[in-house]
């Protein structure tokens, strides 16, 4: 029975402290969270193997506030970002591959034709720029011509189109020449021919 109160306080407080380390999904996390999740793992295993639960708890506690300090210092410096963390790499730009940031990732080509591909993405020459972002995501603008039309971008084509037609309908009916049924409607217009002929 102290053996099952054990590791339900153990599961319990590695929830509670992992949950105040943050919430990211394993895509997400970077080097240091990868290394609290393994470390908090191991540690937890360590009571039912004959440490104290008690010195376990603070440990794991330890751990969390080491990484909750590094994501800190991650805010505040750029350096120490780069250092722990790193920055995305540009793997390619103006629809080309660059081998030399495809390599340096150590992905190979068929991978990123996969996350292209998972994105909607058909050619390389549709993409502006794509990067392999710190935590593995494929992040990508396309080239202009190859974005899609938005709702935003539809309204105001319209309201041009709209205001061309509404402007040229205008100027029609100002240049219009005057018809043989202009006589029939309520207002008469003046015509080029004799007054005997009316």
């Given at each position: 029975m102290a053996l099952i109160l054990k590791t339900l306080l153990l599961i319990l407080s590695g929830v509670i402290l992992l949950r105040i380390s943050g919430r990211k999904s394993i895509s997400q996390m970077n080097l240091s969270t990868t290394i609290l999740m393994i470390s908090t793992g191991t540690i937890l295993v360590q009571p039912i193997a004959g440490q104290g639960v008690t010195h376990?708890?603070?440990?794991?506690?330890?751990?969390?506030?080491?990484?909750?300090?590094?994501?800190?210092?991650?805010?505040?410096?750029?350096a120490i970002e780069k250092l722990i963390t790193g920055k995305s790499k540009v793997v390619i730009e103006n629809g080309k591959l660059n081998i030399r940031n495809i390599k340096k990732v150590r992905l190979t080509i068929d991978?990123?034709?996969?996350?292209?591909?998972?994105?909607?993405?058909?050619?390389?020459?549709?993409?502006?720029?794509?990067?392999?972002?710190?935590?593995?995501?494929?992040?990508?603008?396309?080239?202009?011509?190859?974005?899609?039309?938005?709702?935003?971008?539809?309204?105001?084509?319209?309201?041009?189109?709209?205001?061309?037609?509404?402007?040229?309908?205008t100027t029609d009916a100002a240049t219009q020449q005057p018809t043989i049924f202009d006589e029939l409607t309520e207002k008469p217009k003046e015509y080029d021919h004799p007054d005997y002929l009316q």
């Open positions: 376990t708890i603070m440990a794991v506690g330890i751990l969390v506030l080491l990484v909750l300090f590094l994501e800190y210092l991650q805010l505040k410096f750029n991978q990123l034709e996969m996350r292209l591909r998972n994105q909607g993405v058909s050619r390389y020459q549709d993409i502006k720029t794509a990067t392999i972002e710190p935590n593995g995501l494929l992040g990508y603008e396309l080239m202009d011509e190859a974005k899609p039309l938005t709702v935003g971008e539809f309204k105001k084509i319209m309201e041009t189109y709209q205001r061309n037609i509404s402007s040229q309908t």
